[in-house]
Every structure is written in structure tokens, then in C-alpha cells.
């Protein structure tokens, strides 16, 4: 009677173990399943990030990094005006004696002017540089305002011409920087005098500057080899 119950039990455990091993490979497979799909959800996110990165300019980096910093300046100075204190100062007894010798050893080195790359450059330096120099007159400014009230502030219908007349010290003032800026012209642009005597050995332009070069550096070894070429006794 005991070996009957025991062949009926066996049919019931084995479909209980297959019922068993069929949930843990459902189970298995969601999971899988579950996996593929934040993997494909985390490569459609990170394509479509690299996409907008892309899209940036290319110094966007640099741009990010300073309004950063600049947000930081702007909390520090809210932070020390709640307190009561001075921003610069408190800058300043932050900034280590070693970082304050780098950065003015950094200011004396730097140059402003980076030389001629473009007239459009060459342009805009020579504008910055003579509006820095304006030094407006507010004395005088008020009175005009007093003077000629909203006609002032002249409009698309407002008539200019002869309307202004500029005083005697503005216009020597504006005579004496024309001159200076015609000065300092005629010292860059000064053109070398050509010497119709000279002997012509070169071919063009390109090949005189060269010749100019090497007769600089190497003239006074070759001055005795070309005195003989001249003459005819060269060995």
C-alpha cells in the first residue's frame, strides 16, 4: 500500500518541479526583458544627449564654466552684503600671495595689442583706443540739455544738418589727435628709398627681400669672393 502512495506523489512532484523550473524561466525572462528595455530606453537618452551636444557651439564648455562662475561671484557678493562686508575685500584675503604674484606676473606679460591680423581688427583696436580716450564734458552737456531740450535727442524726422556747431576746444582737441594719428602712421608706413644705382640681382620682389637677408648675414665673408668675380680673378 506504502509503494502505491509513493508512485502516485511522484507524478504530483515531478509536475510540481517542472511548474517550478517554467516560473523561474518566466521569471528569468521578464527580467531580460525588463533589462533590454531600460537598456534601450538609457541608448535613446544618451543619443539624444550627444545629439544636443552636437548641436552646441563649439566653445559652449568655456561659456558654461564662466556663467558658473559668475553665478558663484554674484552669491559671494549677496553673501558679504547680508553681512556687511566688502566683497573686494573679502576677495582678497582669500587670494593666496602665491596666486597674487602669478597674476600680476600674468598682467605684465600680456600684451594688448596682438599685431596686425586684419583691417577689420586693426579697425576696431584703433576705435576702443580712441573712445577710451573721450572724456565726456557733463557741465557742458547740461547746458545743451537746458539749451535745446528734446531737440537734443534727435529723431528719424529731426533735422541735423547745421544744427550743431562744435565749440573752439573741440575741434583743437580733435586737430591734435589727427595729427598724432598721422605721426605715428608715418612711422610704420615709412617706405625705404630705392637706389637706381644699385646693381639688380634679382629676379622679383620676393627674391630681393632675400637678397637683402643674406647680404645681411653673410656679406662681409663673401664681400672678398664677389670683389674677384667682379675682377676676374676668381680661382
Known sequence: GSSGSEDEAR?????????????????KFRELHMKRNEA????????????????????????????????????????CAARGEDYERVKLL????????????KKKRKNPDLGFSDYAA?????????????????????????????????TSDSLLHGTHVPSKEGVDRMVADLEKQIEKRDKYSRR???????????????NAKFNKKAERFYGKYTAEIKQNLERGTAV
Open 192 to 206: 625705404r628709398p630705392y637706389n637706381d644705382d644699385a646693381d639688380i640681382d634679382y629676379i622679383n620682389e620676393r
Open 40 to 79: 534601450r530606453k538609457l541608448n535613446h537618452q544618451e543619443v539624444v544627449e550627444e545629439d544636443k551636444r552636437l548641436k552646441l557651439p563649439a566653445n559652449w564648455e568655456a561659456k558654461k564654466a564662466r556663467l558658473e562662475w559668475e553665478l558663484k561671484v554674484e552669491e559671494k557678493k549677496k553673501e
Open 94 to 105: 582669500e587670494i593666496s600671495a602665491e596666486d597674487a604674484e602669478r597674476w600680476e606676473r
Open 122 to 154: 586693426a579697425q576696431l583696436r584703433q576705435y576702443q583706443r580712441l573712445t577710451r580716450q573721450i572724456k565726456p564734458d557733463l557741465e557742458q552737456y547740461e547746458k545743451l540739455k537746458e539749451q535745446y531740450g528734446e531737440a537734443l535727442y534727435p
Open 11 to 27: 507524478p504530483g512532484t515531478a509536475a510540481a518541479a517542472a511548474e517550478q523550473k517554467r516560473e523561474e524561466r518566466l521569471r
